[in-house]
């Protein structure tokens, strides 16, 4: 079966630190792979997504960048964080090969900058 | 830009009362779907509705979809306490390859013993 890990569970970083999420799945190959941020109470504001290795498309421009090294690894950086940075991080993947599929959700990063 | 917008954000009712939140959504659409989350945990799929389908249940859910309207709307019926979350719709624009998905901005839902 498929699973979704994310790490770490909870972050508290500095501002001006750089920042590195991972995401990795298991049980499927050439997933897409989403980050999404939700600031408290709030919904999805999808950040990336991506089809394949190397392959990235960003949503909103802003502090974070994303890169796929390895078919089913999706990281989200920062080189230098700010407080608005701060939110739950959330890493999904779907299937790219079903026309109609439902998006698998990590457990999530919270994510303070102070 | 959110593609989806629920309505209400927040909904209160007594337990075994039904909750119904709405969602609508602003271009074409290849499916919608539905997500619950718990405070503080990933999202979990409840439902998905293809464009040309109008109803679909499963179990005490049911979702009614008008593209005419750009609308759906969620059912939960005979709620109970474990029903309370934030429920999210989601939209799959079309020609998107990425099957990308765009979500609004939920209805946090309570479910009062």
């Known amino acids: 079966s498929q699973t979704i890990h994310q790490w770490p569970a909870t972050l508290v970083q500095p501002v001006g630190s750089p920042l590195s999420l991972e995401c990795t799945v298991e049980?499927?190959?050439?997933?897409?792979l989403y980050w999404y941020r939700q600031a408290a109470g709030r919904g999805l504001q999808l950040l990336f997504y991506s089809v394949g290795i190397g392959q990235i498309s960003s949503e909103v421009p802003q502090n974070l960048s994303a890169s796929r090294p390895q078919d089913r690894q999706f990281i989200l950086s920062s080189k230098k964080l700010l407080l608005s940075d701060s939110g739950f991080y959330l890493c999904?993947?779907?299937?790219?090969?079903?026309?109609?599929?439902?998006?698998?959700f990590g457990q999530g990063t919270r994510l303070t900058v102070v | 830009s959110q593609q989806g917008e629920e309505d209400p954000q927040a909904l209160s009712i007594q337990e075994g009362e039904n909750a119904t939140m709405n969602c609508s959504y602003k271009?074409?659409?290849?499916?919608l779907q539905w997500y619950r989350q718990n405070s503080g945990r990933g999202l979990v799929h409840l439902i998905l509705?293809?464009?040309?389908?109008r109803e679909k249940h499963s179990g005490r859910l049911r979702v009614t979809l008008d593209t005419s309207k750009k609308s759906s709307s969620l059912l939960i019926t005979a709620s109970r306490a474990a029903d309370t979350a934030s429920y999210f719709c989601?939209?799959?624009?079309?020609?998107?390859?990425?099957?990308?998905?765009?979500f609004g901005q939920g209805t946090r839902l309570t479910i009062n013993p």
């Open positions: 989601a939209t799959t624009p079309p020609n998107q390859g990425a099957q990308k998905l765009v």
């Open positions: 049980g499927t190959s050439n997933p897409n």
């Open positions: 509705i293809r464009s040309n389908e």
């Open positions: 999904a993947w779907s299937d790219r090969f079903r026309g109609d599929t439902e998006a698998f």
């Open positions: 271009t074409s659409i290849n499916n």
